[in-house]
């Protein structure tokens, strides 16, 4: 991994970035055909962008049609590709989850709260940070040791959890949460891994509750920021933030999904705002595809 006091620059939409994405099925046709790796990834990135052009084109038409606002429209057109990337597989949702969890982990037990999660993501495709991902979180929370964590995103509550069985007793995470059918099943996870005592889930948008976090919750400075919610919000979201006057030199913005459904905008925010350093870790999405590209980006604020 590289240090923090440089910034890491990622080509995620070169033609190398996308050569990794098609590399495995390369390397799958040249043992079954005996064609070259280069011409194999040029058939199948042809097929690939023809097949992408024509579902996002049936999308926007059923856009215009519907009359879908923005944020509605992205959501359904995540879901859209998160099934098709799944062959078809409807994604878990959180409620079913915490039913798992509760019937496969001990209560109280954080670690095997999260092992659990983990287990059933294996069969079940989710959207959370899972393993590989959570180690970078826990890197960082050792080595920060924050008092005040908001999450944007709650989910079912997996980032949550892993975050703060690493936090020290008195401190404190606050998960927004925009989808209340989510909030409630996060409480009942956050609740059944023994750590309500240290995080809140609190249901609305996050544009509705940052403003309030220093009035209504008493928050006067953020040490973590971890944001995994809608993806074209994470920039508008991250501003707001800046705006309250709560993130301090320092504060660590943690952000998933960079690569994977996406964050470009965040990423070309962060990455050339003199207020950040930034440092991308490539990582994989295997709840999904083992081989699919993605990465975190971690951002300390230079105040």
Do not use: F, Q, S
């Given at each position: 991994m590289a240090s923090d006091d440089s910034s890491v620059k990622v080509t995620p939409y070169t033609v190398d970035g996308l050569m990794e994405r098609f590399y495995w099925f390369s390397e799958i046709v040249e043992s079954r055909t005996g064609l070259s790796v280069s011409f194999t990834t040029l058939i199948w990135a042809v097929f690939i962008s023809s097949l992408l052009t024509a579902f996002v084109s049936y999308l926007i038409l059923r856009l215009t049609r519907s009359g879908l606002d923005g944020v509605a429209f992205t959501s359904k057109f995540t879901k859209a590709l998160r099934n098709l990337l799944t062959s078809g597989s409807e994604m878990a949702t959180p409620r079913d989850v915490v039913c798992y969890v509760k019937a496969h982990a001990e209560e109280n037990n954080p670690d095997m709260v999260l092992k659990a999660s983990d287990l059933y993501s294996e069969s079940?495709?989710?959207?959370?940070l899972g393993e590989s991902k959570g180690k970078i979180v826990d890197k960082l929370v050792v080595e920060r040791n924050p008092k005040v964590v908001i999450e944007?995103?709650?989910y079912f509550g997996y980032s949550a959890v892993r975050t703060a069985r690493l936090m020290k007793k008195g401190s404190r995470l606050i998960s927004i949460e925009f989808n209340p059918s989510s909030a409630d099943a996060s409480r009942d996870f956050v609740k059944f891994a023994g750590l309500s005592d240290r995080v809140e889930i609190v249901t609305g948008s996050a544009a509705?509750?940052?403003p309030l976090l220093r009035d209504q919750f008493g928050i006067t400075e953020i040490d973590l920021v971890l944001i995994d919610h809608h993806k074209e919000l994470y920039t508008s979201d991250l501003k707001l933030?800046?705006?309250?006057?709560?993130?301090?030199n320092g504060t660590v913005v943690l952000a998933d999904n960079i690569l994977f459904p996406g964050a470009p905008d965040y990423a070309k925010y962060v990455r050339k705002s003199h207020k950040y350093k930034s440092i991308t870790y490539p990582s994989r999405v295997p709840e999904i595809r083992?081989?699919?590209?993605?990465s975190v980006e971690k951002s300390i604020y230079q105040g």
């Open positions: 079940n495709p989710l959207m959370h944007l995103g709650a509705e509750r940052i933030l800046e705006k309250t006057g709560l993130m301090k083992p081989r699919m590209v993605d």
